[in-house]
Structures are given as C-alpha cells and as structure tokens.
C-alpha cells in the first residue's frame, strides 16, 4: 500500500525560512497536497502540485516535487509565530476515487 | 470558499450508548464525503467514502457495523458510532467534495472530538 512519511519535528526562528519534507511511495499519484493543521482544528488546504509539474509558488510558499525520488517539500519563507501548526502532506492516487493518503504530519514550532 | 461544518464539535459520552456526527456542506453540494479519525498526534486515517445515495466503502480494518455512515442528501452525511467504547475516542474529521468543484480539491470539516468514559 502507499506509505507517506514526514519528519515528526521542526523548529525555526521567526524570519527563518522552514523547510518540511515528505517523501512517498506511490508513482502514480495525480495530486500531492499540503495542510495545515492548528491544534483541536481541522485541516486547512495550504497549496497543492500536480504531478506533471517541478515546483510551486503561491506567496511565501514554494513547492518543490522531485517525482524520480518521489519527495515533496514545502518551504515556508519569513516564517511567523502563526505559521506553528501540524504540516500533513498528502498524496491522491489515480484511480483512487479521490481518496487522500496523509502523511504522518510535521509538528513546525516557531520561536522568538 | 467552500464551508464545511461538523456538529457537534466535542462529545462525551458513556460506554455502550451510541453518538452520530453531521458533516454538512454549507455552500456546495457534496457529491462524495469522506470520514477520517485522528489519534492524539498522529496522522489521519481514512474511515470510509460516502457518495449521496449509495452505500459506504468502508477502508479495510473498519467495522461497518461499528461506525454507521450516511449520505443521505447533497449537503449532509453522518457518522454514527454504536456502542460506543473507550477506545473508540478519538478525532473525528469529514472532507467533502463538490460535484463541480476540481478534481483536486476536498474541503475539510472543524472535526469533532469524541471521549467515551
């Protein structure tokens, strides 16, 4: 079955720039995504890639997808004490009726 | 965008009674919902997929009989966990997506905590 796997932690100094990997394992997903999750809340759809493309921007997030080695990665610039939340990245297989694989989420704290 | 609520948003109840969740799609008309459960940090895992009028596909591992899911309009499905047990406490979250929304997009509801003393 699909495995996705994160670092369980990262901490950075506000203005830094963060940076969260993820890695997969199924070759045939169509979409990867990233969410947010803020403690006791739901997720938040951050930005997502298509499988055909190498990177993404989207303000002060940038996605970067290296389908060969199947990782993903979301780099956050000048981070902020309000970006301290859970990061899941997630894959959605071909085929899968639209079934979303999680990864095991990212704990990002943000220090002074 | 598009709005997904849950109700309610925490639950305790007593082991061996029941409790149903509603997801609703409050701007958009949900043409597939999906369940997820959450333990104290850890992934999500996905339950079972709902499409507005037919059965739920139930992810391997889930008891249908357990956790009872229904779709039955556009806008509104429900989890029902029967008989509840202590171990069934957990994070409980619905996703739903629209029937003319992208392809890549599923909309996440606020989640509901459930503890079963």
């Known amino acids: 079955g699909e495995d996705v796997e994160q670092s369980l932690f990262l901490s950075v100094r506000e203005g830094d720039s963060s940076v969260i990997n993820c890695t997969y394992t199924?070759?045939?997903?169509?979409?990867l995504y990233w969410y947010k999750q803020e403690p006791g809340a739901g997720l938040q759809l951050l930005t997502y890639?298509?499988?055909?493309?190498d990177m993404k921007q989207d303000q002060r997030l940038t996605v970067l997808l290296n389908k060969k080695d199947k990782h993903l990665s979301l780099r956050i610039a000048d981070t902020q004490t309000g970006d301290s939340a859970i990061y899941f990245c997630?894959?959605?297989?071909?085929?899968?009726?639209?079934?979303?694989?999680f990864g095991t989420g990212t704990q990002l704290k943000v220090e002074l | 965008g598009a709005v997904v609520s849950q109700h309610p948003s925490r639950v305790i109840c007593k082991s061996g009674t029941s409790v149903k969740i509603e997801c609703r799609s409050l701007?958009?008309?949900?043409?597939?919902m999906f369940w997820y459960r959450q333990f104290p940090k850890q992934s999500l895992m996905l339950m079972a997929t709902?499409?507005?009028?037919?059965?739920?596909?139930?992810e391997q591992g889930v008891e249908k009989d357990k956790f009872l899911i229904n779709h039955a309009s556009l806008t509104l499905s429900t989890l029902t966990v029967t008989s509840a047990h202590p171990e069934d406490s957990s994070f409980y979250i619905c996703?739903?997506?629209?029937?003319?929304?992208?392809?890549?997009?599923?909309?996440f509801g606020p989640g509901t905590r459930l503890t079963v003393t």
């Open positions: 996703s739903a997506r629209g029937s003319s929304g992208a392809s890549y997009e599923q909309y």
């Open positions: 199924d070759s045939s997903s169509t979409y």
């Open positions: 890639i298509f499988s055909n493309m």
């Open positions: 997630a894959e959605k297989e071909r085929g899968g009726g639209n079934k979303l694989t």
């Open positions: 701007d958009f008309q949900a043409t597939t």
């Open positions: 709902s499409n507005e009028g037919s059965k739920a596909t139930y």
